[in-house]
């Protein structure tokens, strides 16, 4: 069982190169999210979904946009890197069944420099 | 404006002593609460959460405190491993679920031998 697995694990862009990371679970899992965590930060939401072609905003979602096609991936875009984006960014699922579904499953990262 | 807060960066404790993780929050709204592990290049780990119905929740080794009034939650660990230095992110829901977690900026627990 894999859980949430993120590719790349690194990435080096340069300043308005784009790119997309992606997110792929296969826990069956309604919901999805996007984190980004910078040095001496905890996680801040990047953007979220609750299923297949619903997503919305969280905290920090200038820059970046995603689409949720299907239950099983998230990709995350940059359309246009600033060095601003340079951060670790983890994706995470869970259930939406009540109780459990406030536990979120994280993956591994995805290390992102923008020079 | 930082809704969840760990004020202690770090926190080095004894081995075999027990370790006290402090979280506090500012928004009513959130009705649960989770403690996230985390090593150096791995994604964080869920270890143990509480309900704003509970003040306590126990699995082994851990238990988490929430004082609703205070608006304040602790994570206790007894006895302390060295497996357990890690990171330590305190967590918070709405309720809702969907809508992703607000998280403090971690407690960097070290145990000593």
């Known amino acids: 069982n894999a859980g949430v697995t993120q590719t790349p694990k690194f990435q080096v862009l340069k300043t308005g190169q784009s790119m997309t990371l992606q997110c792929a679970q296969d826990m069956n899992h309604e919901y999805m999210s996007w984190y980004r965590q910078d040095p001496g930060m905890g996680l801040r939401l990047i953007h979220y979904s609750v299923g297949a072609g619903i997503t919305d905003q969280g905290e920090v979602p200038n820059g970046y946009n995603v689409s949720r096609s299907t239950t099983e991936d998230f990709p995350l875009r940059l359309l246009s890197a600033a060095p601003s984006q340079t951060s670790v960014y983890f994706c995470?699922?869970?259930?939406?069944?009540?109780?459990?579904?406030?536990?979120?499953?994280f993956g591994a990262g995805t290390r992102l420099s923008v020079l | 404006d930082q809704q969840v807060k760990q004020n202690s960066p770090s926190l080095s404790v004894q081995e075999g002593r027990i370790s006290i993780l402090n979280c506090d929050y500012t928004?009513?709204?959130?009705?649960?609460f989770l403690w996230y592990k985390k090593y150096p290049a791995e994604g964080p780990t869920f270890l143990i959460s509480i309900s704003s119905i509970k003040d306590k929740n126990e699995d082994g080794r851990f238990t988490v405190f929430l004082n609703k009034s205070a608006k304040h939650l602790s994570l206790h660990i007894v006895p302390s491993q060295p497996g357990d230095s890690a990171v330590y992110f305190c967590a918070a829901n709405t309720g809702g679920g969907a809508d992703g977690l607000t998280f403090g900026k971690g407690t960097h627990l070290i145990i000593q031998p």
């Open positions: 928004n009513s709204m959130f009705d649960y």
């Open positions: 995470a699922s869970s259930y939406s069944t009540r109780g459990a579904k406030n536990i979120q499953y």
